[in-house]
């Protein structure tokens, strides 16, 4: 359906320009956006690819197995149900590094990889497992402590202060995270959605 909008917007404006003489600012706008979008993609690839290659030199050095030490409070209490050697809760933590370092792009790759481990042991293959809708609120409410992309692009279009929107998207994003994983909780127990990690699985997953 968007598309359709946005080749009726498109038609609209290249008419328009026929009959009131403004073809040559509509030519000027497109070779402009089009060279603003490219700069602007290999821009936010440098900042991607900095970021994820920190990530992978982190996995190499072992050094994400101490973060996943580091973080394992926070990651028991999202999925206090899954085992303490389940392969997801590897994923899980650098998707949460990720998105916590503003990330989005980087971020997806771990959680399709989470994602993937926790259907392994989900009980229900069918349906969403308890700790797969819990990522998926994590990653849609996306809580950030450094907004690195919209920092990025910020300073890319010369604000005079990039970081400034720090605290507001810190506060959005913790409330938005908050109010989804109540929700989420609330649902959960209404529906008694299973669990990637409950012990009638324990065997499957020893099979592994």
């Not at 402009?32 to 993609?41: K, P, T």
């Not at 990025?152 to 005079?160: E, Q």
């Not at 409330?175 to 127990?189: F, M």
Request: glycine share 8%; aromatic share 10%; net charge positive.
């Amino acid at each position: 359906m968007i598309h359709k909008i946005w080749m009726g917007l498109f038609t609209v404006g290249i008419i328009y320009s026929f009959f009131y003489g403004t073809t040559s600012e509509v030519n000027n706008a497109i070779l402009s956006g089009a060279q603003e979008a490219i700069n602007l993609v290999i821009y936010l690839a440098g900042i991607m690819v900095f970021w994820t290659g920190v990530l992978q030199v982190a996995n190499h050095s072992k050094m994400l197995d101490v973060l996943c030490k580091v973080l394992a409070p926070v990651t028991r209490f999202l999925y206090p149900k899954l085992r303490a050697d389940h392969p997801a809760l590897k994923y899980l933590t650098t998707n949460m590094v990720s998105n916590l370092l503003g990330l989005g792009s980087a971020a997806t790759p771990t959680g399709l990889k989470a994602m993937k481990e926790l259907q392994a042991t989900n009980p229900d293959p069918s349906k969403p497992s308890f700790e797969m809708y819990t990522l998926l609120v994590m990653n849609t409410a996306g809580f950030t402590i450094i907004p690195t992309t919209i920092i990025g692009v910020r300073h890319m279009y010369h604000s005079t202060n990039p970081s400034e929107v720090f605290l507001p998207i810190l506060f959005a994003s913790g409330i938005t995270t908050i109010g989804g994983l109540i929700i989420h909780n609330i649902y959960s127990r209404m529906k008694r959605i299973p669990s990637s990690g409950d012990k009638t699985i324990a065997k499957r997953y020893e099979r592994r």
